[in-house]
């Protein structure tokens, strides 16, 4: 946790986290561009003086925390599946959960909305990095367990491998949230777990 959240009294938090989830619900709706703080202050029931204290440093710090709890939902929609690839079935049990996730969500992701107007900010790279080795290890993690069972090959580059099925998630995400088709992610999911059992 940040060292600046643990010095929060409970009810501190609680009011921080009010912020944070109105934050991110303002953008689901109107995106991270046309959200004002104003908007997040009528949403949450707060005051300037609140949201400063928790954010001194306004909109930017506001969505890099809008922005570490939707990287962190990434990855806690995805258990128990994500930690327990041990069998084919469970691999399409966690197939089947990342595409309802994103069935649910559409074109409308906080994250990348969030992460498009931060940039490349040192704090918007370091969100978006552990995401992503968070999420490749953890794949990578299932992979290397299938090889123990013999049910891949140990010729299979276990890394690799992740990282390849990663980013055929992360390329469908982009065209279903450029386009709405859901079927690249499908695709990229169905293909990169056939090529794991081939």
């Given at each position: ?68 709890q939707e990287a962190a939902r990434v ?11 041990t069998s084919w079935a469970a691999w ?107």
């Amino acid at each position: 946790m940040d060292p600046q959240v643990q010095k929060f009294t409970a009810k501190g938090q609680a009011t921080r986290q009010r912020i944070i989830d109105g934050a991110a619900a303002e953008i689901r709706v109107h995106g991270a561009v046309a959200t004002t703080l104003d908007d997040v202050m009528a949403r949450t029931g707060t005051s300037k003086s609140q949201l400063f204290h928790y954010f001194p440093r306004g909109k930017e710090q506001l969505l890099l925390a809008v922005a570490e709890q939707e990287a962190a939902r990434v990855l806690s929609d995805q258990q128990p599946h994500l930690s327990q690839l041990t069998s084919w079935a469970a691999w399409q049990r966690w197939r089947d959960v990342v595409v309802e996730r994103y069935r649910k969500q559409g074109q409308q992701c906080p994250l990348s909305t969030v992460m498009s107007e931060i940039g490349r900010t040192p704090g918007a790279h370091a969100v978006t990095s552990a995401l992503i080795e968070q999420w490749r290890g953890e794949i990578e993690a299932g992979v290397v367990a299938m090889q123990r069972q013999g049910k891949i090959s140990e010729t299979v580059d276990s890394a690799k491998a992740a990282a390849a099925l990663l980013a055929g998630i992360q390329g469908g995400v982009s065209v279903l949230l450029s386009t709405g088709d859901l079927g690249y992610l499908e695709a990229a999911l169905d293909l990169g777990i056939a090529a794991l059992r081939s």
